[in-house]
């Protein structure tokens, strides 16, 4: 059975007050939402010794969506989404176990889903962490 840690301040969705989003820069691993008062929202998957962590390619694209909407919530939920692997089968992407997890990132407009693939040799899987920086915290 596959499960992951969703690591983020609980606290996080009630900082999202006014987070506009100006640009969101994405690799395969981590997105950075900058809002439009300067703070960073990073969302990344974290990747083990055994085990590979992404954003999946759609997902990527899907998360333009959010440049000019505020940001309300993002949650974990449940999802029934086809495990087709678009990685190559190599040495490393070549594992036992494959999950597909969802975020939902939710704005005063509309929800956008994000599914992130973890592919293990069934003993590791993989984390989603949330981080929101404010340049002035950085300061002091």
Request: aromatic share 10%.
């Amino acid at each position: 059975m596959s499960y992951y840690h969703m690591g983020y301040d609980p606290d996080i969705n009630e900082k999202f007050e006014n987070f506009t989003v100006k640009e969101v820069l994405a690799d395969d691993d981590v997105v950075r939402f900058l809002s439009q008062d300067g703070r960073t929202l990073y969302v990344e998957v974290s990747t083990d010794c055994c085990d590979d962590s992404y954003f999946d390619k759609d997902s990527i694209e899907d998360m333009e969506g959010l440049v000019g909407q505020t940001l309300l919530s993002i949650e974990s939920v449940e999802t029934n989404a086809e495990l087709t692997d678009p990685r190559p089968h190599d040495d490393f992407h070549d594992r036992e176990a494959q999950s597909v997890y969802c975020l939902v990132f939710k704005t005063t407009s509309s929800e956008i889903s994000v599914l992130w693939r973890n592919d293990s040799n069934g003993c590791y899987s993989g984390s989603v962490e949330l981080k929101l920086v404010n340049p002035a915290s950085l300061a002091n």
